[in-house]
């Protein structure tokens, strides 16, 4: 190293991407016959630079970004070698491909080098037990050699020398690949090795005392002649890189991380050259030209050094020439003046249409305006020259809106289903092949996109997915096209239901799941119970095995619980934050209060604060006057504390893990300003936790506020799937990766092993559309038996589908952000509690909360414990009233057709239940009135024989029960196994917010149905044919409605007994032809009554099985949506010719 060597060059590493933060150099290495020096970053892209400015050269993708950095880089005179985690690349100088292998054995590969037949051929190792030889020329793998090392460095000299995992280093035969000498370099692992003729230099680590790895102060050195290690070079900086000079056989380089540079021979080494790289971070690699007169240095903060003497620096002796791309020629120059005729500039010959010859058809002249947010413009604040607020809409200063794209329905990219009644025409017209066959290219257009979180823009899968609804409302939309997993999505178009992704969480959480349907089994009827509702959530979506839920009753309860509303949970707020920020303030909130909840019922039990409570003491004292006290606390959600960046003005935080993070925002070390009594003045107050103890679950609010916190979650493998703590005298320690594995190992102290069970992840899908929250599940930790690997799950709502690990714990800092993160204790992972059903309270469906009333009014009889106890072979008859608490939001479309933004919503007003079997068949047992908190729209009465007066609790004669109340009778009835009867049963289930299984289910609808004939049949025509009976004369009434239900089904045991079924179906759709569907009068006239299903529209469409109201109609009455005056029950049948 002469002395006038100097940096020469000093560039930035370019991006992976036009708006992606710029990233580390993975790996690096010079060219051995171009002045090239190539690059690879931590996403797969190989980037090379020539000459000694460093000028970008090529850049091409070599590996899929899911995979990681690449690893390592060779390069013969072919073109280069680039080694991935799971494949290896072969280009020419150029970036063209040559071949690309991917191999079963290649899982996780961390070094390469060329054997004895030169660079034909190179042998690839890593993290794993198996050796691939491949072929360079035929790109092929042809020979596997087991090892049972496991390598991250290789170099080649005298022998192919590599480095153990554990700090050894291995000769192997170029040849056979056999082990033929091993030494113990370092105590922990080799940071940095190089090889040269007769000599190994490597630089490691040791682990010290505190259990910290530090850089080993000396250079090792081994001489492979001898078969023997010489005495090791004293570096006290801390020897952190090396290499060996190329021309000078027994002199190499040393680099510390902070810069300094010694050139130290090896047999000589009292003597040495130092020189000092002026850098701001620490130094990540370092590469030496094989002219050795260029020296290259990589640093954190993403940039590259060149150094070398500036008359003499060129990276290889006789280098050949590089080929860039052929120079455009020139135009030819033309004297141009006001006489210049224009047919001097002569025309190409063409034989298409040239652009110039527009299309004579209509475009688009103006754009429509930006629509703003409304929580965006009520945060504004009023000034003289206008009104100014925070930038919330993920767009950067002056940048222009494609307004256009915006308003597009359907932006999301994928592609929307057709409707349920739509394939239904499809299958009447057509064979069932083909209906099959074009139901599995709606499909593949979801599973077989290859998306990853590495790029730019937001993928399909990530995006806002939209109910659409058609006239015959939600039942018409095609959910299962969004979903093919076991798994249940929840819909969206409920008020608060960004919190979809949090409560997918708590019930893969098998703890948590556990507790809630334990307590929801007590006698626990408070109306703002969460406990309660979280448990009759879970148990919904585990009985459903994918298909559709919704969070409706759970929802409501969190709107009307009188602390939310304070606390900016609900999404009606003008004036409310985020949904990221809400939802982490909803995650404190919640587990507060099912905290709260469960001592209600187990005051003295502590089993929910052992699940979810970090129990710590808070020590507080003043930095002026010393004094010092504590106070004992609990914490149920603990948000991350990210270090503070250094003292200059662009530093970035330093590189730490994520158990350093978590162990610093546990114990919470922090100062700040407080008042202190014994100084009566504000003083700098510091404050640390020591914890006693810590939970079952471990729930953390990612509390991300800058771009370097987001690069931190961007950083690959950064989010481990498994962390070990150990908590000692009120001290919190986190291991994570190698370190935990060694702990468990040694297993001196009491370590915890937290399993990672989802995320909540906020998606900023920019200007397109809203940002919005999906979660990441591992489903693995909550199945019966342990599956033995992650089943990682996509939950966008409804849309559900199975991702890879390495897609799962990969973000993007430029929309893929975590916002929650749940660590459960693993010992807990796939124990999934049964016996709660065993030991379900049954006491309230024997009360009678109307008991002071009037017997010959009463219109039930409540169950006797003693003989009607309700189990397995128990018939309930059941039906249900709404009233509409919501109408439906429609708008015009560009078409000028209405659309349906949110359907009517409705409320349970009245369920009955009748018993469908013994001495008092046929007499209701449930007869119960809701008291409904949410303001009534539409009472529906003409088809719910519901009145003002019944639900008003000043002047109704009915006593009014909560409907957490008259949900639980139902969910109790549920888990005892009783089968539920009834006609057009589903869009009950729907309003009352319950699955029940089709095993417990006889609907009558579908009993009295031809599959051929497509229309499902009314009560009360059924009625009218087979009993002899008229309903539904003026108004509905849902005991009248359970007992017909009844007498159908004992007609239809009939009929089946007999053998006439088939028979009976037939004559029953002949004579509905006859009469329209309608029930006559004796006289031939038809009867007024309230239509069960309603009448045909007049195009003859055909509909879902279980319609709800017209949805393209305003304002109506219920009767006047369908013409004819005539009215109809929601949910009793469809309008199917």
Not at 414 to 434: C, D, G, I, M, Q
Not at 1038 to 1067: C, H, P, V, W
Request: proline share 6%.
């Amino acid at each position: 190293m002469d002395g006038d060597w100097a940096e020469v060059t000093r560039i930035p590493f370019p991006p992976p991407g036009v708006h992606a933060m710029p990233t580390p150099v993975a790996t690096m290495t010079f060219d051995n016959s171009q002045e090239l020096l190539w690059t690879g970053n931590e996403y797969g892209r190989v980037t090379s630079f020539y000459g000694t400015e460093l000028q970008r050269y090529t850049s091409f993708k070599a590996h899929a970004s899911s995979d990681g950095p690449i690893r390592q880089i060779l390069v013969n005179e072919k073109g280069i070698v680039s080694l991935g985690a799971k494949d290896v690349h072969m280009a020419i100088r150029r970036g063209l491909p040559i071949w690309h292998i991917r191999h079963d054995d290649m899982k996780d590969l961390r070094c390469m080098s060329f054997t004895s037949k030169g660079t034909a051929e190179i042998i690839a190792a890593g993290m794993q037990d198996t050796m691939l030889v491949i072929d360079l020329i035929k790109g092929d793998v042809v020979k596997q050699v087991p090892t049972e090392h496991q390598y991250t460095i290789m170099r080649r000299g005298r022998y192919i020398c590599a480095a153990t995992q554990t700090g050894s280093v291995n000769l192997l035969d170029p040849v056979t690949f056999a082990v033929v000498k091993s030494w113990n370099a370092h105590s922990a692992l080799i940071n940095d090795m190089d090889a040269q003729h007769d000599f190994i230099v490597t630089c490691g680590y040791s682990l010290r005392q505190g259990q910290n790895y530090m850089l080993d102060p000396f250079l090792n050195v081994f001489d492979i002649k001898k078969m023997s290690s010489m005495p090791p070079i004293p570096f006290p900086a801390g020897a952190a890189y090396v290499r060996m000079h190329p021309r000078m056989l027994t002199t190499s380089i040393v680099v510390s991380q902070s810069g300094q540079m010694h050139v130290v021979d090896l047999m000589n080494p009292n003597t040495s050259d130092v020189r000092l790289a002026n850098v701001t971070s620490y130094l990540s690699m370092f590469e030496i030209a094989p002219s050795g007169e260029a020296i290259a240095l990589t640093d954190a903060d993403c940039s590259i050094h060149l150094w070398g003497s500036p008359t003499k620096l060129h990276f290889v002796d006789l280098p050949t020439p590089i080929e860039f791309a052929t120079p455009e020629e020139p135009l030819p120059n033309i004297d141009w003046g006001p006489d210049t005729p224009l047919n001097m500039i002569g025309l190409p010959h063409y034989r298409e249409a040239l652009a110039s010859a527009w299309p004579d058809i209509p475009c688009d002249v103006g754009a429509p305006p930006v629509k703003f947010d409304p929580q965006f413009l009520a945060g504004l604040k009023p000034t003289e020259f206008g009104m100014y607020g925070r930038n919330t809409r993920g767009l950067r200063r002056n940048q222009a809106e494609n307004t256009r794209n915006v308003s597009k329905s359907g932006s999301s990219g994928l592609k929307a289903p057709k409707f349920l009644s739509e394939k239904a025409r499809e299958l009447a017209t057509s064979n069932a092949a083909a209906s099959d066959k074009k139901a599995d290219e709606l499909i593949s257009s979801l599973t077989d996109m290859g998306l990853e979180s590495k790029k730019s823009d937001v993928p399909v899968m990530y995006r806002t997915v939209e109910i659409k609804y058609s006239k015959f409302g939600v039942d018409d939309f095609d959910f299962g096209f969004y979903n093919n997993t076991r798994y249940s999505g929840l819909e969206t178009h409920i008020s608060n239901s960004y919190a979809n992704s949090l409560l997918q969480i708590m019930h893969f959480t098998p703890v948590i799941r556990n507790l809630a349907l334990q307590h929801a089994a007590t006698s626990c009827v408070s109306e703002i119970c969460l406990l309660c509702e979280l448990g009759f959530l879970f148990d919904m979506l585990q009985k459903a095995e994918g298909s559709i839920c919704q969070a409706t009753n759970l929802l409501k309860t969190l709107s009307n619980h009188p602390q939310a509303g304070p606390l900016g949970l609900l999404e009606e707020d003008p004036h409310g934050s985020s949904l990221n920020v809400m939802l982490q303030g909803l995650t404190r909130f919640l587990l507060d209060k099912i905290v709260h909840d469960y001592r209600t019922i187990n005051p003295s039990s502590t089993a929910m604060d052992q699940v979810l409570a970090t129990s710590a003491t808070t020590s507080i004292r003043c930095i002026n006057c010393r004094s010092e006290y504590t106070r004992p606390g609990s914490t149920y959600v603990n948000d991350l504390l990210y270090p503070s960046p250094a003292g200059s003005r662009n530093a970035k935080l330093p590189r730490i893990s994520f158990s350093q993070v978590l162990k610093n925002s546990v114990e919470r070390e922090t100062t700040s300003k407080g008042w202190c009594s014994r100084c009566q003045r504000y003083q700098t107050i510091a404050t640390r936790k020591s914890i006693h103890s810590i939970p079952a679950v471990l729930m953390l609010n990612t509390a991300i506020t800058n771009q370097d916190q987001r690069m931190l979650w961007s950083t690959p493998g950064w989010l481990p799937e498994e962390i070990g703590i150990i908590v000692e005298q009120g001290q919190f320690f986190c291991y994570e990766g190698e370190d935990l594995k060694l702990h468990l190992q040694r297993g001196i102290h009491n370590i915890t092993v937290y399993s990672l069970t989802g995320m909540a992840i906020n998606i900023e899908s920019g200007q397109t559309q809203k940002s919005h929250l999906v979660s990441m599940v591992n489903v693995a930790h909550s199945e019966p038996e342990a599956p033995g690997e992650s089943r990682w799950h996509l939950f966008n709502d409804f849309l559900v589908r199975s991702v890879s690990t390495e897609e799962a714990l990969a973000f993007n800092t430029s929309w893929k952000v975590p916002s929650v993160v749940a660590y459960q204790i693993k010992d807990e992972n796939n124990k999934i509690d049964t016996e709660w059903k065993s030991n379900i309270d049954t006491s309230i469906l024997y009360q009678d909360f109307n008991a002071n009333a009037d017997p010959s009014t009463k219109t039930y009889q409540v169950l006797n414990p003693e003989t009607e106890a309700p189990g397995p072979d128990t018939i309930i008859a059941l039906d249900t009233e709404f009233v509409a608490v919501r109408q439906p939001e429609i708008e015009m479309n560009s078409d000028g057709e209405r659309e349906t933004i949110r359907p009517i919503v409705y409320a349970l007003a009245r369920a009955s239940a009748v018993r469908g079997q013994g001495e008092n068949e046929g007499t209701p047992f449930i007869d119960d009135y809701i008291n409904i908190k949410e303001p009534i729209v539409d009472y529906l009465t003409s088809y719910s024989g519901i009145t003002e007066q019944d639900l008003d609790p000043r002047v109704s004669k009915h006593s009014l029960l909560s409907l957490k109340m008259a949900y639980k009778k139902m969910w109790i009835l549920l888990n005892l196994g009783c089968k539920f009867l009834g006609h057009g049963l589903k869009q009950d289930f729907r309003v009352i917010n319950i699955h029940i299984p089709k095993s417990q289910v006889v609907d009558t609808i579908d009993l009295f149905f031809l599959q051929s004939r497509l229309r499902r049949l009314s009560l009360a025509f059924l009625a009218w044919y087979l009993l002899k009976e008229d309903i539904q004369m003026e108004t509905h009434d849902s005991i009248e409605d359970s007992r017909t239900a009844l007498k159908l089904y004992k007609k239809y045991l009939e009929f089946q007994d007999a053998g006439i079924l088939e028979t009976m179906l037939q004559d029953i759709y002949r004579a509905g032809r006859e009469v329209n569907f309608k029930p006559p009068r004796k006289d031939g006239q038809h009867i007024p009554r309230t239509d069960t299903p309603p009448p045909l529209p007049i195009d003859g469409s055909t509909g879902p099985v279980t319609p709800v109201r017209s949805n393209n109609i305003l304002a109506q009455t219920p009767g006047s949506a369908f013409g004819g005056g005539s009215s109809w029950t929601p949910g009793k049948g469809s309008p199917l010719p």
